[in-house]
């Protein structure tokens, strides 16, 4: 079975594998975008806009013109790009994002390159949970991306408490780093292979999009 993966599909896995099935294997449901998701989605696009063409910070987002003037600072004598999409292919090979061997996906939020270094940052508008998978995915396609990289700082940035979480990789730790990684895609295939898919009762039931199908979200 070809499968493409991301880091919030790895993570749906994970939570649970039965809406995975239902929402990434037989497409029955899709994501039911409540009013924090879209919030989400605002913030996200305005600080895109603002960085990559100068358009000014919506009423909602101007608080954080400070933040888009440090990236501009931080990229000076290097490349900045906002919303930048990262693909992969089964052989690790950097590929477009609707290639039909489109293997591995990400969206880096703010990329910043200076030769041999590079600058990643992920912006959070929901509750500070880190999650270094995250992280190292993005590092890990830095590297495959951009070949003289050999230090990726990836940050996330957590915009409501301004917070941040920053983890440093070395190029030296990749295959440790893909290892990790290929353990929990290969979970996937697993129950592919098995037609395995069972449910995770947790208290996300409620807001899940498959829960009609799902004896255990109607306890």
């Given at each position: 079975m070809k499968l493409a993966h991301s880091f919030s599909a790895l993570k749906m896995y994970e939570n649970c594998p039965k809406r995975y099935m239902h929402q990434r294997i037989n497409k029955e449901?899709?994501?039911?975008?409540?009013?924090?998701?879209?919030?989400?989605?605002?913030?996200?696009e305005s600080l895109e806009l603002r960085l990559r063409d100068k358009t000014p910070l919506t009423d909602e987002t101007k608080m954080y013109e400070g933040l888009c003037v440090s990236m501009e600072k931080a990229a000076i004598g290097g490349e900045l790009l906002a919303e930048q999409k990262m693909t992969l292919d089964e052989n690790l090979t950097p590929t477009d994002w609707f290639a039909s061997d489109a293997w591995l996906r990400s969206?880096?939020?703010?990329?910043?390159?200076?030769?041999?270094?590079?600058?990643?940052?992920?912006?959070?508008t929901g509750k500070r949970r880190p999650d270094f998978t995250q992280m190292e995915m993005f590092a890990l396609q830095v590297f495959k991306h951009y070949p003289k990289v050999n230090t990726v700082k990836s940050s996330l940035i957590w915009l409501k408490t301004k917070a941040m979480d920053t983890?440093?990789?070395?190029?030296e730790q990749s295959n440790e780093m893909w290892t990790r990684?290929?353990?929990?895609?290969?979970?996937?295939?697993?129950?592919?292979?098995?037609?395995?898919?069972?449910?995770?009762?947790?208290?996300?039931?409620?807001?899940?999009?498959?829960k009609h199908m799902c004896d255990y979200a109607k306890l």
């Open positions: 449901v899709q994501d039911e975008g409540g009013e924090a998701s879209m919030y989400g989605e605002r913030v996200h969206i880096l939020d703010v990329l910043i390159v200076h030769e041999d270094r590079a600058y990643v940052l992920d912006w959070k983890e440093v990789y070395k190029r990684l290929m353990t929990r895609i290969n979970r996937i295939y697993e129950s592919a292979e098995h037609d395995n898919w069972p449910p995770k009762p947790s208290g996300l039931c409620p807001w899940c999009p498959a």
